[in-house]
């Protein structure tokens, strides 16, 4: 069973960073892409960021374009979003995603 856990959101001041981490399990989680995506109160759920199994390649929304950073540790199961600059407009529920699967996410909150 494919279960992914996310962890590490929480309130922020406009400005500020944070980093979130998804555990994976019940998968060969080097085998996979992966990828992060949010849903703001009241809005649908949008796509983020994508890394492949390696960590060699990444995509980004332009929204999140160099504010945001996709990695992944192989060895250690997880996908992380470092996340620099923070804007109220990326306060959400963050997922990390693979394939149609997705944790129960964490939250981010933007404000002063």
């Known amino acids: 069973e494919v279960q992914l856990v996310e962890s590490g959101g929480g309130l922020v001041q406009p400005g500020g960073s944070l980093r979130l981490s998804c555990v994976a399990s019940?998968?060969?989680?080097?085998?996979?892409?992966m990828s992060w995506v949010r849903q703001a109160p009241g809005k649908e759920l949008e796509w983020v960021s994508a890394i492949n199994s390696y960590g060699e390649s990444t995509n980004y929304a332009d929204f999140v374009k160099g504010r945001f950073t996709i990695f992944r540790d192989n060895a250690k199961n997880t996908l992380y979003l470092q996340m620099n600059s923070l804007k109220p407009e990326d306060t959400a529920v963050y997922y990390c995603?693979?394939?149609?699967?997705r944790g129960r996410g964490t939250q981010v909150t933007v404000s002063s």
């Open positions: 019940g998968f060969t989680f080097s085998s996979y892409a």
């Open positions: 995603t693979k394939g149609s699967n």
